[in-house]
Each structure stands twice: as structure tokens, then as C-alpha cells.
């Protein structure tokens, strides 16, 4: 008689070794080469909207203006302040830093400042203007620390310089009309 050999029936089993290897060795890869951003929150100020300004000394505004061939830095009560021009191409953040400092020193009570960038002004040059008003490297006591210039920033646009020379030229013609409207009026 024949006789059946019944074989074995054996539940494979999964080898995962060499799968556990490769995870052992690539996490402590990947976690070694992973970028890790250091973000900051700032706190910021956006204007309200057109309100009448009181033009007394602690309604003064500063504003900082990134145009793309200069910072200029000007005030709500006398104008400009100053224009720093770029060179080659680049903002001179250092002059305006060393300005502002100045300005600081004048009004030591001020903590805000309006930043007012062009539309296509790059995110990196808002950034380090940020960084530059807000405070400045200083050596106290054989340490390095962040001296205090002007840390609550508003952000804005900045006019366009087409409306603001067609307004200065408006108001230049105002003004020429009532000098010949006193002189005739004076001269009757």
C-alpha cells in the first residue's frame, strides 16, 4: 500500500531584520540632517486708519521709509530727516542703524516707528529693517547685548512717490495762488 506523506504545513514567518536595520541606521540620519527654523513672533502694530494728528512731542511719528534706491528716514512734524542711498544696490542698514541711534539719544522716551516698504520690497530686506530699528548690538560690562532703539514697530505701505510729488506740486501751486491773491488784495 502507498503510503501518503503528509507534509508539513509550516506558517511562514516575516523577516523583518533587515527592514529593522535600515530604520535603525536611516531616523538617526534623518533627524541629524533635518533643518531646524528658529522662529520668532514680533509684535506688531498696524495703523488704524486716517485720524488727525497732533503734531505735539510725544505724537511725534517716525517713520522709515524702504524705497528701491534708498531708506529715508523722516518725521510727522519738520519732514525728511535724512536719505540713505543705497550702494551698489545694497540698503546701508548700518547708516540707518548708527541714525536712529542718534535719534534715540535725542528722544530717549520714543519706543515706535513706522516702517513704510514699497509693494515689491523682498521679505528678507522688511526683516533686517525690522531688526535694525528695533535695537542694536552694545557692549555693558565685557558682554554683548541688545540695546533698545525703537522696538514697537508699525508696518505699512509706503506712498507712492508719483502721489506724493503730484500733491507737493498741487500744494505748491496753492500756496503761489494765495501769495497773488494777499498781493492783490493788499494792493487795493
Known sequence: MRRKHRKLHV??????????NLMIVLVPVLLLSMVFAHTSILDLNFPAGPSELNLSDENLQLQVVIRTDALVVADSKNGLIKRIENIDSQYQFADLRELLKQLKARLP?????SLLAEKDTSYQTLVTAMDTVRSYPAVVAVSLVDA???????IGDAPDLS??????????????????????????
Open 148 to 154: 533698545e532703539l525703537f522696538p514697537d514697530i508699525s
Open 11 to 20: 506558517e511562514p514567518e516575516l523577516d523583518i531584520t533587515a527592514f529593522m
Open 163 to 188: 502721489s506724493v510729488n503730484a500733491g507737493a506740486e498741487a500744494e505748491g501751486d496753492k500756496s503761489n495762488t494765495d501769495l497773488n491773491d494777499s498781493k492783490v488784495g493788499g494792493a487795493q
Open 109 to 113: 522716551d520714543k519706543k515706535d516707528i
